[in-house]
């Protein structure tokens, strides 16, 4: 035991660590909810709700009471996870234990990411670290929503990956396109990227390009198919429909058309909802998979017929994603409210209005909220700076692994594209490992000059001394 932690110390301490953390801040947050563990821990997406329904023998239902109705929102890795974790366990603050500590895995496993990506020690423990004790992180692992199972598996689909492309083993290319597929029934979002992987796979082998390439890519995609099967074949039995869940096309319709009727109208985006509800929007959280067609023939015309707002809400989604903080969502977790309203998009209010906007800065710069400029100002930076690393990194060093991490943080951008003005930092966590990573490699030449010129300073206080 003793030669395990001397061995895997750094991992250790990044685990303790992260857990420290986790249980500080769900602590502060019990408090808050008044000691309602369910309050504290259920989150808005019903998992927890459809897991209690699995446990009282009610089917996989959203649904308070009868008749129950089959769900086609939420895949099902995180619910089956939470039954069967509440079943085997017994309680749910033993269920809540248990995420708590799987979620302090996932900065560990962000720390073996960034080792295949840059051969650079310090910058891995430095990802590790940031992982452990980034806000947003931590507040989505002490609430049971799906980031946290979703990371643990897609991290481990990457690194089975970027292990294929060092070994080019059939065993890491199988565990990664099963990783991958089980992280899709967690999270839908990822549905599309192993097209993605495949065309990669066949580009890493233009050189010794045959049978054997096309074979790999192949085989990749059938067993992610394989792995989502089931699921999207119980969607085909209850739905009528081929799919794994309808998050994507009722976003299309009942988040993004709204985005783009409010700027096109000045208004904000809670009134354009509430009045394609009126009509015939679903809410997101009890859509059918069955209106997934529906729900895209109407959401089409809309966009299209108003181009511009449409261009102004996905370059405004666009750069939110990189750049929102999440700090005001962890705040407000914790019953801090802000006395204002920016009144919209902060972007979208100093383009209209820079006095106004100036003003609620200076306003909030004097408050609790202080913390949200700050953060702001952060994320804009290692933006800039992961920007700057990924390009040095293409230049210098083009491994496999980096290339496909830069793709990745790009697929997710625009997968996040459908959100319109509802982006936050959610939509970005799974990827942070790797904006992190470029933005600390990034960073190498400006320290390397800084101490350079440390050096080259105490050198000629020397010489003034003598």
């Known amino acids: 035991m003793k030669n395990f932690f001397r061995k895997h110390k750094v991992a250790v301490g990044i685990f303790v660590l992260a857990l420290a953390v ?6 502060a947050s019990y408090e808050i909810n008044g000691g309602l563990l ?13 897991a209690q329904n699995i446990i009282d023998g009610h089917g996989y239902s959203t649904d308070f009471a009868p008749p129950y109705a089959p769900n086609s929102v939420r895949p099902p890795v995180m619910p089956y996870f939470l039954a069967g974790s509440y079943m085997l366990l017994g309680s749910w603050g033993a269920v809540l234990a248990l995420y708590l500590l799987l979620g302090s895995f996932v900065p560990i496993l962000g720390m073996w990411l960034a080792r295949k990506i840059t051969s650079s020690p310090a910058i891995a423990v430095g990802v590790a670290v940031f992982l452990a004790v980034e806000p947003f992180g931590v507040l989505f692992s002490t609430i049971f929503y799906s980031e946290t199972i ?37 999270k839908p979002v990822v549905q599309y990227l192993p097209v993605f992987i495949a065309v990669f796979l066949l580009y890493e082998a233009r050189k010794r390009f045959g049978r054997t390439a096309f074979l790999r890519a192949g085989v990749y995609l059938l067993i992610f198919l394989a792995a989502i099967s089931p699921w999207v074949y119980r969607n085909y039995l209850l739905f009528d429909t081929v799919g794994i869940s309808s998050q994507s096309t009722v976003n299309l319709y009942s988040v993004l058309v709204p985005s783009v009727l409010a700027v096109e109208n000045g208004t904000s985006w809670g009134e354009e909802f509430m009045a394609l509800r009126a009509r015939d929007a679903a809410d997101p959280n009890s859509s059918s998979i069955a209106q997934a067609g529906y729900y895209t023939s109407r959401a089409l015309p809309i966009l299209l017929s108003h181009p511009l707002s449409l261009t102004l809400v996905s370059a405004n989604t666009a750069l939110n994603f990189f ?4 700090v005001y969502d962890v705040l407000r977790h914790l019953d801090i409210h802000p006395d204002q309203s920016m009144g919209g998009p902060a972007l979208f ?6 006095a106004k906007a100036l003003g609620l800065t200076a306003h909030f710069a004097a408050s609790p909220f202080a913390l949200v400029l700050i953060g702001r100002v952060f994320w804009v930076a290692l933006t800039i700076l992961s920007a700057y690393g990924a390009v040095r990194y293409l230049r210098r060093e083009r491994k496999a692994a980096g ?20 982006v936050n930092a959610r ?8 904006i992190v990573t470029f933005a600390a490699y990034g960073a190498v030449p400006f320290i390397l000059r800084a101490r350079r010129g440390s050096a080259h300073g105490i050198t000629d206080e020397i010489d003034n001394a003598q």
């Not at 369910?38 to 459809?50: F, K, R």
């Not at 991290?155 to 990783?179: H, Q």
């Not at 209010?349 to 820079?354: G, H, I, M, S, T």
């Not at 939509?427 to 790797?434: M, S």
């Open 22 to 27: 986790r249980a500080v801040f769900f602590a």
């Open 38 to 50: 369910l309050d504290t821990i259920g989150g808005a997406d019903y998992y927890q709700v459809i």
């Open 150 to 186: 979703f990371m643990l598996l897609f991290f481990a689909s990457l690194l089975y990956l970027f292990k294929y492309f060092e070994s080019g083993r059939w065993f890491d290319l199988f565990v990664s396109a099963s990783f991958l597929g089980f992280a899709t029934l967690t």
């Open 323 to 326: 750049i929102h903080d999440g």
């Open 349 to 354: 209010v100093a383009l209209k209005n820079p």
């Open 403 to 422: 290339a496909v991490a830069i793709i990745i943080v790009l697929y997710f951008m625009l997968t996040t594209l459908v959100v319109g003005l509802a």
């Open 427 to 434: 939509y970005r966590l799974p990827v942070n490992i790797f």
